[in-house]
């Protein structure tokens, strides 16, 4: 079995929809959630599927021994962000080198590092009159999305859409392609 840990800050729509991917799966389970905010949505996912979940305030997160002892415990092999709004440490990004991911909701390098999140992202897609946007898969560094790509999936802007409307056919598109690319990766 290899065990995924998902970290999340907000709703937790993708990993609700990775926890269900992985729901029976032969070789791959979700063993650990793991949020810094305590009101996240994220929580009530990891409860309703059974599944540890961990809130970690931000000097907990930089605290090597705290961190590793929680992950070692649960033997956790891979690290999946989604929507995670603390940068990782660089302990982590070397003791998971390779093994972290993260998605974000527009084509990197556009539209990327710090600040660019959430709805924002859309809003500047918008505003930029791209007439493409979409998701990227990619791995975790010690900066702001900026690891290699790991795979990219595109949408066309329609004319007129607006930016919320935009970000739930992104959001849909992470749905679909996050959890069978971990899947991928942990083949
Ligand atoms: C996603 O859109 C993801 O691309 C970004 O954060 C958002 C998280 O949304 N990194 P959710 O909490 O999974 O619904």
Do not use: C
Not at 7 to 27: D, E, L, R, V
Not at 69 to 89: N, R
């Amino acid at each position: 079995m290899k065990h995924i840990a998902i970290f999340a800050s907000g709703k937790g729509s993708n990993a609700q929809a990775i926890i269900q991917y992985f729901k029976n799966h032969p070789t791959v389970k979700v063993a650990l959630v793991l949020t810094n905010n305590p009101s996240a949505g994220v929580i009530a996912v990891a409860h309703e599927h059974k599944i540890i979940s961990a809130i970690v305030n931000t000097a907990t997160l930089k605290n090597e021994q705290t961190v590793s002892k929680l992950l070692d415990a649960l033997k956790i092999d891979f690290i999946v962000l989604a929507g995670f709004m603390q940068m990782i440490p660089e302990f982590l990004v070397k003791k998971f080198s390779g093994r972290i991911v993260n998605i974000h909701p527009a084509l990197l390098p556009k539209y990327g590092g710090k600040g660019m999140y959430g709805i924002k992202v859309h809003e500047t897609v918008l505003k930029n009159n791209e007439t493409e946007t979409g998701i990227t898969i990619h791995y975790v560094n010690e900066r702001y999305d900026d690891g290699e790509i790991i795979l990219q999936k595109t949408i066309r802007v329609e004319p007129n859409i607006n930016a919320e409307k935009l970000a739930a056919q992104v959001q849909a598109l992470e749905h679909e392609w996050y959890p069978k690319t971990i899947e991928q990766l942990l083949k």
